[in-house]
């Protein structure tokens, strides 16, 4: 079992930064690739970014390229996302999933409880 926990979100103006930390705990956690997604109020949940378990390969969503960063640091078992640029498109509520590398739902065993992040205009 893997258990994980988001912090750091919080309200932001447009063209401020956040970053969201995700402590993960269990067994062979850092065995784990890591992913965040993002549910916005009235949408499905969808893909942010991704990195493998080395860390050696992210993958961000076009909608994000550029101004969010993935990045973890497995001697803390934490994995994060610096958000800079922020619009308020990027309001949502984001959650931090353990799994196999990819941008699906199906492809993350095991999910956090979401932190939200509101980004006034």
């Known amino acids: 079992q893997v258990q994980l926990v988001e912090s750091g979100g919080g309200l932001v103006q447009a063209g401020g930064s956040l970053r969201l930390s995700c402590a993960a705990s269990?067994?062979?956690?850092?065995?784990?690739?890591m992913g965040w997604f993002r549910q916005a109020p009235g949408k499905e949940r969808k893909f942010v970014a991704t990195i493998t378990w080395s860390g050696t390969a992210t993958y961000v969503a076009d909608s994000v390229k550029g101004r969010f960063t993935i990045s973890r640091d497995n001697a803390q078992n934490t994995v994060y996302l610096q958000m800079n640029s922020l619009k308020p498109e990027d309001t949502a509520v984001y959650y931090c999933?353990?799994?196999?590398?990819?941008?699906?739902?199906?492809?993350?065993?095991?999910w956090g409880q979401g932190t939200q992040v509101t980004v006034s205009s």
């Open positions: 269990g067994r062979a956690v850092n065995t784990y690739a």
């Open positions: 999933a353990a799994g196999t590398w990819g941008t699906m739902e199906n492809g993350y065993d095991y």
